[in-house]
């Protein structure tokens, strides 16, 4: 467990750390040759050696080691995860959304076994059942929602499928650069990094020559204009409409367009942070009418129900030109991801063969995880659920925001939810929600007589956001029980940062 000790007045910077300063070694004797006996059976290795081939074998260039100890998992159901230590902890990220659907969910995962006995590979050059199913669901859904006829296309995860949306804008539109909103996530991939909003992702890797125009995000917690929401008017969309107004700002004039579309998540995925219904209508109808740009719609985090319908643009009065589906596509079960685009721009006749291609993007045991997926959620009644369930944890949100000092404000969409920690001005407690999440899962906590830990995602533009995505199917307790023993973790929160006499030295 954690230890942290007792009056200490270090801040919550020092408490977290900074990870490129982080020991190499954690303590952990490194051997320059691990014991072959321990290695013999991939089934009885012990925890130890494990970690040993951690610190001796891996690449750490991966998010893995922003944790100084990470879990090593073992198991995993519905929405708990359980370690080699036989602890269980309450995920309440899902993997970043990437399992909406509940870990181990056997209604999608039986599917996926009876593919691995039948078709398991196919060459990606031909088409095979699964493949062709999903793709008409899909198409289906959009066309129902929208009325607009699209088609499909698969890749490999999320950056490549980000990467294929800005082939068909640059097939279509002959122009490189979009336009996209700060505090956006889009992938790390050299192409994808162009549009992701942190600078820390591109900092080692050179100039990007290609980087897309970034424009403030409805962020109104931590408002870029520093305008406060009830008199602002929509502030930072009438801002990206003036951008575009006058040819001396350097983006656009009255007959030209240096940006080909505009890149939007309509709930931020890197804080989950929840726009204003109307943030996008404005300037989305202006740019698509007077700079003919496309709009292309990062669902990557927030669709699949989500937010409390199957496409989080649903709910802002936009429809877009370019949709991607990743993470949650399969239930986490495959990299499958998928990119649905307008008819008229990747008509068989003009987006034609070769345009786009990954050796493994048509798997046929990720399309399967894709099929089943489709049917199981549309198989749930999430449109009612998931609004009546996300209301539910927001208001047990705001019981907490009431009794802990630390907690600024909470805010959620169906089951997309945050909490931002700043002190009663709103300056943000910058680090704080690392430590929230380093606090909830090093250490115990007892809700109704069981012991739990918690998995915590952090975000925000100064690491003082949690990110709440539970699974779909959660059910009344056992959101009952995440907000119990996240009021334990506030706790303890509360006192690192706004300590008290009363609570000095009480850790």
């Not at 001796?56 to 990470?70: A, F, I, K, M, N």
């Amino acid at each position: 467990m954690t230890e942290i000790n007792q009056g200490s007045s270090k801040t919550a910077e020092e408490w977290c750390g900074n990870s490129t300063e982080m020991s190499l070694h954690q303590g952990i004797k490194i051997n320059s040759v691990l014991d072959k006996e321990r290695l013999d059976s991939p089934t009885t290795i012990d925890s130890q050696a494990l970690r040993e081939i951690d610190q001796e074998y891996l690449c750490w260039g991966d998010t893995v080691h922003y944790q100084e100890r990470p879990i090593i998992v073992t198991g995993c159901k519905g929405g708990l995860v359980f370690d080699d230590e036989g602890k269980s902890y309450i995920d309440t990220g899902m993997w970043h959304s990437s399992c909406n659907f509940g870990y181990r969910n056997p209604e999608i995962e039986s599917e996926v076994t009876k593919q691995l006995h039948t078709l398991p590979q196919a060459n990606g050059d031909f088409l095979h059942r699964e493949k062709l199913l999903i793709a008409k669901q899909v198409v289906d859904a959009m066309y129902e929602r929208t009325g607009v006829k699209g088609r499909v296309s698969f890749n490999v995860g999320g950056a490549l499928v980000v990467e294929d949306a800005l082939k068909i804008i640059r097939k279509n539109t002959r122009k490189n650069k979009v336009a996209v909103m700060m505090g956006g996530y889009h992938g790390r991939s050299l192409g994808t990094l162009n549009l992701s909003s942190s600078h820390r992702y591109r900092q080692y890797f050179n100039e990007f020559s290609e980087r897309a125009v970034m424009f403030p995000f409805a962020n109104c917690a931590q408002c870029f204009y520093e305008k406060e929401r009830e008199t602002c008017d929509l502030y930072c969309e009438s801002m990206i409409r003036k951008a575009f107004s006058n040819e001396f700002y350097g983006i656009a004039s009255e007959t030209s367009s240096e940006v080909g579309a505009i890149v939007v998540e309509p709930c931020q995925g890197r804080g989950y942070t929840i726009p204003p219904r109307d943030f996008f209508k404005g300037f989305i109808s202006e740019l698509r009418q007077k700079h003919g740009l496309l709009v292309f719609d990062d669902e990557i985090q927030v669709g699949m129900y989500r937010t409390g319908k199957l496409f989080a643009f649903e709910h802002f009065g936009f429809v877009p030109d370019i949709i991607t589906l990743s993470k949650s596509f399969t239930n986490g079960l495959s990299p499958v991801s998928l990119v649905w685009a307008r008819e008229d721009l990747v008509a068989p006749d003009f987006f034609t063969p070769g345009h786009a291609h990954s050796n493994f993007a048509n798997h046929p045991l990720g399309t399967a995880a894709a099929l089943a997926t489709w049917r199981y959620m549309l198989a749930q009644d999430y449109e009612r659920s998931v609004p009546a369930k996300g209301l539910y944890f927001l208001s047990k949100l705001k019981e907490l925001q009431a009794r802990h000092s630390c907690v600024y404000s909470v805010d959620g969409l169906g089951l997309i939810l945050n909490m931002v920690f700043a002190d009663e001005k709103g300056i943000p407690y910058k680090g704080s929600a690392k430590l929230a999440a380093s606090i909830a899962q090093d250490n115990d906590f007892i809700w109704k007589d069981q012991s739990w830990r918690m998995i915590l995602q952090t975000g925000g533009y100064d690491l003082n956001v949690l990110k709440f995505a539970p699974y779909l199917d959660i059910s009344y307790e056992e959101i009952d029980c995440t907000i119990g023993v996240l009021d334990q973790v506030l706790h303890k929160l509360d006192i690192l940062l706004c300590p008290t006499p009363e609570t000095a030295g009480a850790i």
